[in-house]
């Protein structure tokens, strides 16, 4: 059975940082890409990271510059370093596994599997 | 960035109701359109895919169509657990959200 927990998140102040983390488990780790996916509450869905089998990166412009995905293979891990934090980055934020593929033009993905998600709040 | 509808924004129906959902793209999408189905406190769930494929494990009950830019997702007959959120998204040109259907009881 896939699984997918993330962990790292909560209370941070605008302007700070924050490193979530996704532990994965079920399933052959290294041949996937893997994404963040953020959710406000009560509203939508916003695609916020991806990483491929090469570990070539990808992010909206709403990020990019601030958010850094990693993954490591060795451990089924995936992260998401946070910096310049600011209230609309208030969200549950889940791991997700990619069903499709990036190039350096976009993400051509859907998400087959999802984490249960992680709380981030940034407020003063 | 190519926006995603969906209507109606809230659905009310009874059990064994047949239910349908509309998603529009701002542009052609072909058939890169997802369909997710979310309850309150958990992930979303994948139901479809390319628009018209059923997720494996999913109940046949759910069904896609639509290409270009007009999508719909039907449930042939509602059962008590498939009340809640759905969710369309494409994946045609960045993976990007429509803003979901609350599927609540009559």
């Known amino acids: 059975e896939v699984q997918l927990v993330e962990s790292g998140g909560g209370l941070v102040q605008p302007g700070g940082s924050l490193r979530l983390s996704c532990a994965a488990s079920?399933?052959?780790?290294?041949?996937?890409?893997m994404h963040w996916v953020r959710q406000v509450a009560g509203k939508g869905l916003e695609w916020v990271a991806a990483?491929?089998?090469?570990?070539?990166?990808y992010y909206p412009d709403s990020v990019k510059g601030r958010f850094t995905i990693s993954r490591e293979d060795a451990k089924n891990s995936l992260s998401l370093q946070m910096n310049g934090l600011r209230a609309g980055d208030t969200a549950v934020y889940y791991c997700?596994?990619?069903?499709?593929?990036?190039?350096?033009?976009?993400?051509?993905?859907?998400?087959?599997?999802w984490g249960q998600g992680t709380l981030v709040t940034v407020s003063s | 960035d190519i926006q995603m509808t969906q209507s109606p924004s809230t659905l009310s129906a009874s059990v064994g109701d047949r239910v349908t959902i509309t998603c529009r793209a701002s542009?052609?999408?072909?058939?890169?359109l997802a369909w997710y189905q979310q309850k309150p406190g958990k992930a979303p769930r994948l139901l479809i895919y390319?628009?018209?494929t059923l997720e494996r494990g999913v109940p046949s009950r759910f069904s896609g169509s639509g290409s270009g830019t007009e999508f719909t997702l039907t449930i042939s007959s509602l059962q008590p657990d498939d009340f809640a959120t759905y969710f369309c998204q494409q994946y045609n040109n960045g993976p990007t959200f429509g803003p979901g259907t609350k599927v609540d009881v009559k």
């Open positions: 990483i491929d089998t090469g570990g070539d990166t």
């Open positions: 542009q052609s999408i072909s058939h890169w």
């Open positions: 390319k628009a018209s």
């Open positions: 079920g399933f052959t780790f290294n041949v996937y890409d």
């Open positions: 997700a596994r990619g069903l499709g593929y990036c190039t350096r033009a976009s993400c051509y993905v859907c998400f087959d599997n």
